[in-house]
């Protein structure tokens, strides 16, 4: 396998950083910024500072505070066409992933003149975005180092997503005071799903030993700091939360993400399950699973996590079920799903839409069989069949 590892964005991280974003700002060449944030974030001290200080330092400031739960795409296109007309030369994105995204977005869509709808995909833009300077208020969504964009089309109700090399953002700005305002629920649930993306990069079939170092460390470092960030004003487990994140998002933006996000994808969509609770609960259940074809890792993990490895690969799964379960236990996530949440009569529907997965694989052109496989890079082939009992497995 030829294998490729791409991360141009700078990171600038630790307690204080975001004093610096006035110089990363003009370093990036930007004087008429848009600064992208929502409203919850817009009201923080912290985020009125970083507006004066970039005015402070002579910059023509514009900004859009309204971004919601999710990437709008009327937002995008709207924003792209405000950034033309107001002639801006950069995007400021403050806010969790939402914000990241729809900033992304703005800067894809504003020098390529075209809807965001028609751009998604892998790379089918030609012009490179807008620079980019990313300070992401929540330690989960990775999108700070990432190429691609969330966006939700509020007509079709479909979630697109687009992005390519020319969409890296130039900067992220990692400062724990970002986390201070966050709901330890919200923040519970951010860092969970960073986890799950170390652990995913982890098992992946394109994982290398450079994702593996960038993944297991993610994990450690994640798994250190989550219970003194979330329930805590510890600033330096929060400083470690949110680098863990952009670590965790580095190894899986180059080793994709697996079986947790494929088969959390169709109770996100279908039932309205929130993604790190789908993500959360399905990642012991996928550890377990994928753990015989690749046991090394496993005592890896395990030892990660704080966890001692077994005698045998049973024991060192059981180890990791058990730490996790102690973390989620202690910040107040779930260890299972309810049956509202993911009613047993619809687990094979659920199996079945899991088919085509993240990255753009087919549904057959036939009636579906239990042995169909799933389209994910997982280190374990899974057909639909497996993927059920995954499923029923994630019960109490
Ligand atoms: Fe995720």
């Known amino acids: 396998m030829i294998a490729n590892f791409y991360m141009p964005t700078r990171l600038v991280h630790g307690p204080g950083a975001l004093s610096r974003l006035p110089e990363l700002v003009r370093a990036n060449r930007i004087n008429r910024p848009l600064v992208v944030s929502d409203p919850a974030i817009a009201a923080t001290p912290f985020y009125g500072q970083a507006l004066a200080a970039l005015k402070e330092a002579g910059c023509d400031v514009a900004t859009f505070e309204e971004c919601w739960i999710d990437a709008r795409l009327s937002h995008v296109d709207a924003q792209a066409e405000r950034v033309r007309r107001e002639d801006r030369d950069g995007i400021v994105s403050i806010g969790g992933g939402s914000v990241m995204c729809t900033g992304k977005g703005i800067a894809i869509v504003a020098p390529n003149g075209r809807s965001f709808a028609d751009m998604t995909g892998v790379a089918n833009f030609s012009a490179p975005a807008l620079p980019m300077i990313m300070v992401p208020t929540t330690a989960g969504s990775g999108s700070e180092v990432s190429q691609f964009t969330l966006v939700k089309d509020e007509t079709s109700h479909r979630k697109l997503v687009g992005g390519g090399p020319l969409s890296f953002p130039q900067v992220a700005i990692l400062d724990p005071v970002t986390l201070e305002t966050l709901p ?35 994990v450690r470092l994640q798994a250190g700091s989550m219970r003194r960030s979330i329930l805590s004003d510890d600033m330096a487990a929060r400083a470690d939360n949110l680098l863990a994140s952009a670590i965790a998002n580095i190894a899986c933006g180059n080793s994709r993400l697996g079986l947790a996000h494929t088969l959390s994808l169709p109770l996100e969509a279908r039932l309205d399950l929130p993604h ?14 994928n753990a015989p074809v690749a046991p090394a890792k496993a005592e890896k993990l395990a030892v990660v996590l704080g966890a001692r490895p077994g005698v045998d690969l049973a024991e060192t799964v059981a180890a990791i079920r058990a730490a996790l379960f102690a973390l989620f236990d202690d910040i107040g996530f779930p260890t299972a799903f309810s049956p509202e949440q993911l009613p047993r009569e619809r687990l094979a529907e659920m199996a079945e839409a899991a088919i085509p997965g993240l990255y753009g694989g087919a549904m057959p052109d036939r009636a579906v069989r239990d042995s169909d496989l799933i389209h994910q890079p997982g280190v374990r082939r899974t057909s639909v069949a497996q993927a059920r009992a995954i499923f029923e497995q994630c019960y109490g």
Do not use: C, N, Y
């Open 184 to 218: 330890a629920r919200a923040a519970a649930a951010s860092a969970v799903d960073a986890l799950t993306h170390a652990v995913e990069a982890l098992f992946s079939s394109l994982a290398t030993p450079l994702t593996d170092a960038l993944a297991l460390e993610a």
């Open 276 to 289: 790190a609770i789908g993500v959360g609960v399905l990642i012991p259940r996928i550890v377990a699973f």
